[in-house]
C-alpha cells in the first residue's frame, strides 16, 4: 500500500512539474511591455501647420510640413517607389549619421523616384540639435523646398505638377505652371522685399516663405518654407 503511495506521490509531482515549466516558456513567448527596445518610435499624426501655409498636397496625397526628415520621407513614399538623401544612393536611415550640433548642406535635397528613372528634387535643410549623433531620419527640419521649374533643362525640377499649398484661410495655391506673381500679391499683398522675382514673407508664427517667380510672366516655380528658430 506505501508503495502505491509513493508510486501516485512521485507521479503527481512530475506532473505539477512539467505543467509549470510548460507555463514558464509560454510565458516567456509573451511580448514584454516594458522592454522597450523593439519598440519603434511613435508617429505624429498628420498636423496641419499654424502659419500662413496649413499643408501641401501631391496627386491630392495630403503632406504636413515634416517635423523630421524621417516623416517627411514617410508622407514622400507615398507619392513614389522609393527616396534617396540626395545623391548617396542611400535612404536617410542608411546615410551617415550626423554629428551632434551638425546641420545639412545648404544644397540638401532628397530625391523621389517616380519610376525606375524618373525623380523629383525635393529641397530639405536639417539639424541635429541633440548632444550626440543622429541618423539624418531623426534630424529636424529647418527648411523645405518645392518646385515646378520648366525653364531648367533638367526634368527632376519639374517632374510633378499636382503640388498644391493650402493656406490658413482655405485658398490654394497649385504649383502648375500657371499661378502668377498677381495672384501671390492678393494672398500676401505687398512683400517686404521683391527682389529679381525673389518674394518674402513671414507669417506671424515665425514661417518664412520665398515664392520665386520667373521673370518674364511672373509664374511661380519655386516656394521655399523656413521655420521659426524657437
Known amino acids: ?18 505543467t509549470a515549466c ?7 513567448d509573451k511580448p514584454n511591455d516594458n ?6 518610435k511613435q508617429e505624429r499624426p498628420f ?12 496627386n491630392d496625397e495630403k503632406i504636413p510640413l515634416p517635423e523630421t526628415v524621417g516623416e517627411y ?7 513614389g517607389t522609393k527616396v534617396e ?22 544644397v540638401a535635397y532628397l530625391k523621389v523616384y517616380l519610376d525606375d528613372s524618373d525623380w523629383q528634387w525635393f529641397g530639405i535643410r536639417y539639424k541635429n540639435d541633440t548632444d550626440k549623433k543622429q541618423s539624418v531620419a531623426d534630424c529636424k527640419v529647418t527648411q523645405i523646398t518645392l518646385d515646378y521649374d520648366t525653364i531648367m533643362e533638367e526634368e527632376n525640377h519639374h517632374s510633378i505638377k499636382t ?27 505687398n512683400p517686404p522685399q521683391n527682389t529679381d522675382g525673389h518674394w518674402h514673407y513671414t507669417d506671424d ?22 521655420y521659426p528658430t524657437n
Open 73 to 79: 520621407v514617410k508622407y514622400l513614399e507615398k507619392i
Open 163 to 189: 503640388t498644391v499649398f493650402i493656406t490658413d484661410n482655405g485658398q490654394e495655391i497649385p504649383m502648375d505652371g500657371k499661378f502668377s506673381s498677381g495672384k501671390i500679391a492678393k494672398l500676401i499683398g
Open 47 to 58: 498636423t496641419e501647420s499654424n502659419g500662413l501655409i496649413k499643408y501641401f498636397t501631391i
Open 85 to 106: 538623401l540626395g545623391d548617396t544612393g542611400k535612404s536617410v536611415d542608411e546615410a551617415p549619421k550626423v554629428d551632434a550640433g551638425g546641420i545639412s548642406s545648404m
Open 1 to 18: 500500500m506505501l508503495k502505491k503511495l509513493l508510486t501516485v506521490g512521485l507521479a503527481l509531482t512530475m506532473m505539477f512539474a512539467v
Open 205 to 226: 508664427q515665425g514661417y518664412k516663405y520665398e515664392f520665386v517667380t520667373e521673370n518674364q510672366k511672373g509664374i511661380l516655380t519655386r516656394l521655399a518654407i523656413t
Open 22 to 28: 510548460s507555463s514558464k516558456d509560454s510565458d516567456s
Open 35 to 40: 522592454n522597450t527596445s523593439d519598440n519603434t
